[in-house]
């Protein structure tokens, strides 16, 4: 008699070949290397636009200070002009927003172009300064003639 030897596919299957279940460390070495190379790449990226959103809030406040700073001055009388141009003052919030900064005006007050400069401790900024210029309109003569 003849036996005739009977096996299943599934029992051949799992007999040469056993089933794989989870991740190799090559696996995660490969996945780890992808992620490193991804956060090495974008993580400096993600610090420099945060300097330039630092950057930028900084200037608008400087340019915000140097509008008023203008319109306080173009507000005086003629004879205050002088004492605000020797010294211009800043506001408390500038002091305390734009780290050692310093307010510098020329021109002249008795009317003509006046020019403030503002500068801060920022990469360019204390070599450039943002500047306004206004023109002041000149101080009228009173006489005895022009008075109604």
């Given amino acids: 008699m003849h036996a005739i030897a009977h096996f299943s596919s599934r029992s051949c299957r799992g007999a040469s070949a056993p089933s794989r279940r989870g991740f190799s460390s090559l696996d995660v070495m490969a996945a780890l290397a992808v ?7 974008t993580v400096p990226l993600f610090v420099r636009h945060l300097r330039l959103l630092a950057d930028s809030r900084q200037e608008r406040m400087a340019l915000g200070e140097l509008a008023n700073q203008m319109e306080r001055l173009a507000s005086l009388p003629v004879g205050e002009r002088a004492a605000f141009l020797a010294a211009p003052p800043l506001s408390p919030l500038a002091v305390a927003r734009l780290p050692g900064a310093a307010l510098v005006a020329e021109g002249d007050p008795a009317g003509g172009r006046v020019v403030l400069r503002l500068s801060w401790q920022s990469v360019g900024r204390a070599t450039h300064p943002l500047a306004v210029a206004v023109w002041l309109p000149a101080a ?3 006489t005895a003639e022009e008075a109604p």
């Fill in 35 to 41: 992620l490193l190379v991804i956060l090495g790449s």
């Fill in 140 to 142: 009228a003569a009173t």
